[in-house]
């Protein structure tokens, strides 16, 4: 059986960024609030796994962060209305935001026509 060489040390991290491992909270709260079910959340996310595995991506936490990104953004696109148009759009509305930001600044969106960030 496996046991760790000390069980009180702390486990290596998951992603390399902290904001990274938001894509698995927010994929928590889409199941808890009953947009998708854990089991479609796991058996997407091990397609998008298999998809990197089989493109030849490397497995590394950054792989698994975009697979992780990957399954969440293919969930909501069907449980919600959110489109994969609207999810492009707004990619490059935070894109152009981040481009603009000085160093050390908070990241700000500009108000669009509609009256929506």
């Not at 009953?34 to 030849?56: C, K, M, P, V």
Request: avoid cysteine; aromatic fraction near 8%; proline fraction near 6%.
């Amino acid at each position: 059986m496996f046991r760790p060489e000390n069980p009180l040390a702390p486990r290596d991290p998951v992603f390399d960024e902290a904001w990274q491992a938001q894509v698995l909270a927010i994929a928590d709260t889409m199941v808890q609030a009953g947009r998708f079910s854990a089991t479609a959340w796991a058996e997407t996310l091990g397609a998008e796994l298999r998809a990197a595995e089989a493109a030849g991506k490397p497995d590394t936490t950054r792989t698994y962060y975009e697979a992780a990104l990957a399954a969440l953004e293919r969930l909501t696109t069907e449980a919600t209305e959110i489109t994969g148009t609207d999810l492009s759009e707004r990619k490059a509305t935070w894109t152009r935001a981040y481009e603009r930001t000085p160093h050390g600044q908070p990241v700000l969106l500009e108000r669009g026509r509609d009256g929506q960030s």
